[in-house]
């Protein structure tokens, strides 16, 4: 049998025991073990063991990833999602879907200080949902929204899987987090716009709000003020070369720290919430690290990355033709994995294929980044897409006067604003290159 032939067969092994519920970490570990010993035996599997964790979770660039979750944790004790709604609402709340927009626009706020899709969706609904219900909005269109506004958590930088995708492409941190900002406000406009059409197409589901006078929006402005501050802190000091990512994570940390004190929502047991919901998600996060790492050394042990690019250039398809099957793959694969371990597992097979291709004349930084990009925007939509859509179950247990079947159809014009905005990102790569113009 050849290694392509065995890596495809342990590849549906694992997609088995996914669909058995195996959590996709240990399905990664005990796929990628059996791999291992198939091909190079039961003691060199041990002996790898003996210094995979420790090579894997001594990468100092991984420390970023509990210093964001735990930002994320400060921030949402903090009040911030709350403070960004509510300015949000007094400025567009009028409109009619402008709670909807506004909401929508917090969760990118939110984004920016947390980098996490599940957390900007969790505690969105908690601020959002009662307040779009009182204004008798449909629970249509209020949990789709919200659910669509959550993934902007990890398009909108920091971002935990662009950091994941840094350090498995060798590239720099930054220029990805800062490349992101564009699409990422694309992202929410074009959300934005989605609801306003939503609102005209059925008016009753989005009832306009109260107007607020000037200077209760300023009020309402001017506590969203530590947001912004740790976003230019964070982002504004990677790219501008005054910190190192873990520097500016730590910086945030304290900063979100601060404001939850400030607050009163880092109470003991609060900050004791925060600490252990950080270690909770570093664990799952580092577990499926190791996973992927299992399976990827079967994968490079098969030869089936290098194999399966050589291949697919020899076939001397469109370089398109390839991008969008890629793209697909991951929609596809977005149906049954969480973003991480798509990126985990598929990232090591794309992207040689995707650097071995021609693309509009790009140079292979460009390139590298481009895909990151892409990528990211591709995984996000796996968050509200069934049969996992983590985001829509998030959502459907805060709103559960509203069946899952009807946030899913409310989704779908948001995934249509999604797949406009790839397409306009696979055609116009520069709107996902602005480091490199900076």
């Known amino acids: 049998m050849t290694g392509i032939e065995q890596g495809l067969l342990i590849g549906g092994l694992m997609l088995l025991l996914l669909a058995l519920r195996v959590h996709i970490a240990m399905a990664m570990l005990l796929a990628g073990s059996i791999g291992y010993v198939w091909i190079a035996g039961l003691d060199t599997l041990l002996n790898y063991f003996k210094h995979a964790a420790y ?35 007094a400025f567009i709340g009028h409109w009619r879907g402008g709670m909807a927009m506004a909401a929508v626009g917090a969760c990118a706020g939110f984004g920016a200080i947390c ?6 969706a969790a505690t969105m609904g908690q601020v959002a949902l009662p307040e779009l219900r009182r204004h008798k909005y449909s629970g249509r ?10 993934t902007l958590g990890i398009l909108i930088p920091p971002s935990v899987p662009l950091v994941i995708y840094a350090i498995l492409t060798e590239q720099n941190i930054a220029k990805l987090f800062v490349s992101a900002f564009i699409p990422g406000i694309i992202a929410m406009v074009g959300y934005m716009l989605v609801i306003g059409i939503m609102a005209r197409v059925d008016p009753e589901s989005a009832p306009p709000g109260d107007r607020v006078s000037w200077s209760g929006r300023l009020r309402a402005l001017a506590e969203t003020w530590p947001v912004f501050l740790i976003f230019v802190a964070v982002i504004g000091g990677i790219y501008g070369g005054f910190f190192t990512p873990t520097e500016a994570a730590s910086i945030g940390v304290l900063a979100t720290a601060f404001v939850a004190w400030r607050s ?10 925060c600490v252990y919901g950080t270690a909770q998600a570093t664990a799952m996060i580092f577990l499926i690290l190791l996973g ?39 929609i596809v694969l977005g149906c049954i994995m969480d973003s991480l371990s798509m990126i985990l597992l598929t990232v090591p097979i794309f992207f040689p294929i995707i650097m071995g291709l021609e693309f509009w004349g790009m140079t ?8 990151g990009i892409l990528s990211l925007m591709v995984v996000e939509i796996g968050l509200i897409t069934p049969p996992v859509g983590l985001n829509v179950f998030i959502i ?23 797949i406009a905005r790839i397409v306009l990102i696979v055609f116009v790569p520069p709107i996902g290159l602005l480091a490199l113009y900076l």
């Open 364 to 371: 292979m930084e460009a390139k590298a980044i481009w895909f």
């Open 141 to 150: 269109l209020a949990t789709a929204a919200i659910a669509a506004g959550g």
């Open 292 to 330: 992927a790492d299992v399976m990827n050394v079967f994968l490079a042990l098969t030869q089936l990355p290098a194999e399966l690019a050589k291949w697919v250039i020899g076939l001397d398809l469109s370089p398109l033709l390839v991008l969008f099957t890629i793209l697909a793959i991951y």
């Open 115 to 120: 980098g996490s899709s599940l957390a900007a």
């Open 264 to 273: 009163g929502g880092l109470s003991k047991r609060g900050f004791l919430e």
């Open 55 to 89: 090579a894997r979770y001594s990468i100092y660039d991984l420390s970023v990833v509990p210093l964001f979750l735990l930002m994320g944790q400060f921030a949402t004790h903090g009040g911030l999602s709350k403070a960004l709604f509510q300015a949000g609402n």
């Open 396 to 418: 459907s247990s805060m709103a559960k006067e509203t069946s899952m079947k009807e946030t899913f159809i409310g989704i779908v014009p948001f995934l249509m604003s999604d």
